[in-house]
């Protein structure tokens, strides 16, 4: 069985600010052009990414999608709404699935960032 070569994948995290939760998530990568053994990737051979994302040292995940798959080797991207349910620090990777395998890809770079909560109010606020 042919498996894909990953090149890093890249997962983007918004920077929107938004002071309540949830809050959205972009994750962005560049899908694979061939598999582990170097032979390319043939037109609709590469089907679907899945990424999964965990929250500090919790193995259960909080994001868990499958999408489909874009060009081979292009930038892809998905926004999802409300992915981010309460502050942490969240970890993101993502996996691609061909369409004549029975397993999926080695998981790609782990991408991760800290979502805080509200910021304090302010200090020493007056009138005069």
Same mark, same amino acid.
């Given at each position: 069985? *042919?498996?894909?070569?990953?090149?890093?994948?890249?997962?983007?995290?918004?920077?929107?600010?938004?002071?309540? /939760?949830? +809050?959205?998530?972009?994750?962005?990568? @560049?899908? &694979?052009?061939? /598999?582990?053994?170097?032979?390319?990737?043939?037109?609709?051979?590469?089907?679907?990414? +899945?990424?999964?994302?965990? +929250?500090?040292?919790?193995?259960? &995940?909080?994001?868990?999608?499958? =999408?489909?798959?874009?060009?081979?080797?292009?930038?892809?991207?998905?926004?999802?709404?409300?992915?981010?349910?309460?502050?942490?620090? /969240?970890?993101?990777?993502?996996?691609?699935? &061909?369409?004549?395998?029975?397993?999926?890809?080695?998981?790609?770079?782990?991408?991760? *960032? *800290?979502?805080?909560?509200?910021?304090?109010? =302010?200090?020493?606020?007056? @009138?005069?």
């Amino acid at each position: 069985m *042919k498996r894909f070569c990953l090149l890093p994948l890249l997962l983007v995290f918004s920077n929107a600010y938004a002071a309540d /939760y949830p +809050r959205d998530l972009t994750l962005s990568w @560049v899908n &694979p052009s061939a /598999y582990e053994d170097g032979t390319p990737l043939l037109p609709g051979e590469l089907v679907s990414v +899945r990424l999964e994302c965990v +929250r500090g040292s919790d193995p259960t &995940p909080v994001i868990n999608v499958t =999408l489909p798959a874009g060009t081979i080797g292009a930038q892809q991207s998905e926004a999802l709404v409300g992915a981010i349910p309460i502050p942490g620090t /969240y970890a993101c990777w993502g996996y691609a699935i &061909p369409i004549d395998a029975d397993q999926e890809s080695v998981a790609s770079n782990t991408a991760s *960032k *800290k979502f805080t909560g509200k910021p304090l109010p =302010l200090t020493t606020f007056t @009138v005069e």
